[in-house]
Every structure is written in C-alpha cells, then in structure tokens.
C-alpha cells in the first residue's frame, strides 16, 4: 500500500510540474474587452457597428500582437465590446466581464487592479486644432485655452501641460467640437487621430494641424488582476512580444500598419 501511494503521488507531482511548464490552463474563454467608442488606427480598428461586424473586421497592430499571443498558446478567447471607461470598470471589478484588453497607458490607480505587459508601441502626445498643416506659426497653447479630451481618457502624461475641460463620450463628439470651435484645442494621442480621419473613420472636414509635446506615451496590454493566473498571461503576452521581435514578426507587422 505503502508503495502504491507514494506511485501516485510522484505520479501527481509529474502531471503537476507539467502544467506549470506548459503555461496558463484556463478552462472557460478569456473576456477580451475591446474598447468600442473610438477607433485607434492603425493600432486598433474595424469596420460597422454592430458586436459582429465589429469582430468579424476587428484588426490592427496592436490587435494582431495580443491575439496572435493568444492563438499561438492555444488560449481561447471571445471578444466583448463595450465602451473604454466601461472596459476599465470591468476590470477593476472581482467578478467583472473584462479579464485583458490593450492600447492600454500605465497610470498607479489601473495598476491597482490590473497587470501591464511591456510596451506594444509608443506614439506622440499634443493638441489638435483646426488649421492648415503647413502653416509655420503655431497657435499659443496656455492653460486659458479650452481644451477638449475624452471621458476615460488617460491624461497624466501630460504632466504640468493644460488638460480637458470639457470631455465628450468619444473621439468623433470631441472632433465635433473641436470644428464647431466650441473648444479651441483637443488633447489626445496625434496618430490615431490623423489615421482614423485618413481612412474615413472619423468625420472632419476642416484642415487640421497639431503640435507635439516632447515625450512620446506607451501603450501596453492590460490584465485583470482577478483574471484566470493573471501574472502568466502577462509572462506569456511578453514572451511573444520578445519572440516575435527576434524572428522579425514585429518588423513586418510595421510594414504592413504603417504604409
């Protein structure tokens, strides 16, 4: 008997140390929470409005990088679109319907409740105003001047730098404004924005111009601190990322994004 019991418990210990070396086990899908108010070009995108329309076009450069993680650990997933202060309520709830999501910026209360992977990008902070691009003189930017931003919106990184007085729910409402001069800046990341009215994404008729502050903003993928092994899945989401630069996976993702 004695013989037995100590079979199945090194019997258990192999099946045990396995799974840790192979990786999260999660048994039910992972929430990933798309956040659905305003396109992020080319980082996050898609097409229509309806759950599946959404899902069925939903791509990018960011997109790719965390789902292709995802897929190539054999982690399931369902995308959940909601919009982006709805994501981080939901992810800072114990039994909350996110458990990862991206184009997420570091700031200490998500960190409270969530877990961030290395940086996926960076892109460049500044104000949008209405003007033409190539005009050399720049408006006077002071903290007098309104400023439009965005509910939800990730504005410390701004720093000493005037921030929102007035936020709308999404990027086009704040563009809205911005071209019915009811503020005469608006705060935000500068491609997306640009990218988005490119590719027809966003409405905006008028010339637009911009000027960038210095110091370039990182965006991660961000995880549920009560999500199934939370920790791993950052590790892993790292892993790839690390991966993926080595075999020049990263570099051609840019070719294929950033015509």
């Not at 899908?29 to 899902?55: F, H, I, M």
């Not at 701004?158 to 404004?177: H, S, V, Y």
Request: aromatic share 14%.
């Amino acid at each position: 008997m004695t013989h037995w019991i100590q079979a199945c418990i090194a019997i258990w210990l192999t099946l045990f140390s396995f799974r840790v070396w192979a990786g999260p086990s999660i048994s039910e899908p992972l929430n990933v929470c798309v956040g659905d108010g305003s396109p992020w070009p080319p980082y996050t995108y898609w097409q229509g409005e309806t759950r599946q329309q959404k899902a069925d076009t939903l791509t990018g450069f960011a997109t790719d990088l965390v789902l292709t993680a995802l897929d190539r650990n054999d982690i399931a997933y369902q995308l959940v679109f909601m919009p982006w202060a709805r994501v981080q309520h939901e992810l800072a709830r114990e039994s909350g319907r996110c458990d990862l999501t991206w184009d997420a910026s570091y700031k200490p209360k998500r960190a409270q409740y969530s877990r961030f992977t290395q940086p996926l990008y960076s892109i460049s902070l500044g104000y949008l105003y209405v003007g033409a691009p190539d005009t050399q003189a720049q408006p006077n930017l002071s903290a007098t001047q309104s400023v439009c931003g965005v509910n939800g919106y990730n504005y410390a990184a701004f720093g000493d730098n005037p921030r929102p007085r007035f936020e709308a729910n999404t990027l086009q409402q704040a563009l809205r404004m911005l071209e019915a001069g009811w503020c005469r800046f608006l705060a935000s990341e500068i491609e997306p924005v640009l990218g988005g009215i490119r590719l027809g994404l966003y409405q905006f008729s008028s010339d637009i111009a911009y000027i960038t502050l210095p110091n370039p903003k990182a965006f991660h993928a961000q995880v549920s601190r009560y999500a199934p092994q939370a920790n791993d899945l950052v590790t892993l989401i790292n892993n790839y990322l690390m991966s993926a630069k080595q075999r020049g996976e990263i570099e051609k993702l840019r070719q294929r994004y950033f015509k």
